[in-house]
C-alpha cells in the first residue's frame, strides 16, 4: 500500500537529533529529498552525509525557528533551491518540567517559543506552497505533520506549559485539516509516548533522577519507531488520511 517518495520534497524540523533525525532517514530511505533543519549545523552536516551515503537527496538549512525571519527563510530556501516542497515534519521542541514554583519564566517561553510558535512560523511559511504541491504533484496529495506527545492529550502534574503547548498543536493540526483536507492537503499528528532522545537532557538533574525512576520499568520508544510511523503517514496514497496516531511504549500504561 506505501507509495514510493521519489520525486518529493520533505522539510524536516528537529532534525538534528531524535525523532527528527530519525524521520528524516526513514524519508529519505522512502525516496524523497530531505531538507534537514535545527541550530546545530555540524550534526546536520554529519545527517546530510549518511543520508547521501545511502543513495539519498539531503540539503542542510541550519535555523532557530524560534525566529519567525528564520523559521519563513527555511522554507524560501526549500522554495528556491529544490522548487517544491510535499511533506513538511514539525518535529522540534523542548520540555522543561518540574516543579511550578521553582520553574523560570524562561524555560515557559522557551517551550511556548518552539513547541506552539515556531511550529507555527514554519507551517504558515510552508501552506501555500503544501497546497501548490498538493494541486500540482507528483502523488496528488502534500502531508503536514505535527509531533505532539501523548501530553496533548493527557495532563499531567508539574507539566504544565508542556502540555498546554502540545494540547496547543494537536488544536492548531485539526483546525487545519478541517481547512484544507479537500484540497488534498492531509494534517496529521503524532502523539508519541515516551521515546529515547535528547529531549530530557533539558531537565535539571533532580527531575531527571525522578524520570529515571519512574520509567525505569519501561522500554522505551526509539526515535524509528516513532519515524516509521510518520513515513507511513506520508507514504499512504491520496485517499488515506491518517489524522492522528498515537504511540506508546507497550510497558507504559
Ligand atoms: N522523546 C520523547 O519522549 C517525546 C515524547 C513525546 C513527544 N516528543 C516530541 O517529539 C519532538 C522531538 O523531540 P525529540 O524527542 O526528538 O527531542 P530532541 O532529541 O531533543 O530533539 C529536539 C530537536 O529540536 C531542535 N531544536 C531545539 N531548539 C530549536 C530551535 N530554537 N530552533 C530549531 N530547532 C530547535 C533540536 O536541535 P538543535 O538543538 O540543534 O536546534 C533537536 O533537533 C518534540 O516536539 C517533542 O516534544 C518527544
Request: net charge negative; charged share 20%.
Amino acid at each position: 500500500m506505501a507509495e514510493s517518495l521519489i520525486g518529493t520534497v520533505a522539510l524536516v524540523t528537529g532534525a538534528s537529533s531524535g525523532i527528527g533525525h530519525a524521520a528524516a532517514r526513514e524519508l529519505a530511505a522512502r525516496g524523497a529529498s530531505v531538507v534537514i533543519t535545527a541550530r546545530r549545523a555540524d550534526r546536520l552536516e554529519e545527517l546530510a552525509a549518511t543520508i547521501v551515503a545511502s543513495g539519498g537527496h539531503a540539503l542542510t538549512l541550519p535555523a532557530d525557528i524560534t525566529r519567525r525571519d528564520e523559521a519563513a527563510g527555511v522554507v524560501a530556501a526549500t522554495i528556491a533551491q529544490l522548487g517544491r516542497l510535499d511533506t513538511v515534519v514539525n518535529s522540534a521542541g523542548v520540555m522543561f518540567n518540574g516543579p511550578t514554583l521553582a520553574m523560570p519564566v524562561d524555560d515557559w517561553e522557551a517551550m511556548v517559543d518552539l513547541n506552539l510558535k515556531g511550529l507555527m512560523y514554519v507551517t504558515k511559511a510552508a501552506l501555500p506552497h503544501l497546497l501548490e504541491g498538493a494541486a500540482t504533484g507528483p502523488r496528488g496529495v502534500t502531508d503536514l505533520v505535527n509531533i505532539s506527545s501523548i501530553a496533548g492529550r493527557i495532563v499531567y502534574e508539574q507539566c504544565p506549559i508542556y502540555c498546554a503547548t502540545k494540547f496547543a498543536v494537536n488544536a492548531f493540526t485539526e483546525a487545519l485539516r478541517l481547512e484544507f483536507t479537500q484540497r488534498n492537503l492531509r494534517v496529521s499528528v503524532v502523539d508519541p509516548g515516551v521515546t529515547e532522545s535528547e529531549l530530557f537532557s533539558h531537565l535539571s538533574p533532580q527531575v531527571l533522577i525522578e524520570y529515571d525512576e519512574g520509567f525505569a520499568a519501561v522500554e522505551k520508544l526509539h526515535a524509528e519507531d516513532v519515524a516509521e510511523a510518520i513515513a507511513s503517514i506520508v507514504a499512504n496514497p491520496r485517499r488515506i488520511a491518517v489524522n492522528e496516531v498515537v504511540i506508546r511504549p507497550t510497558d507504559h500504561k
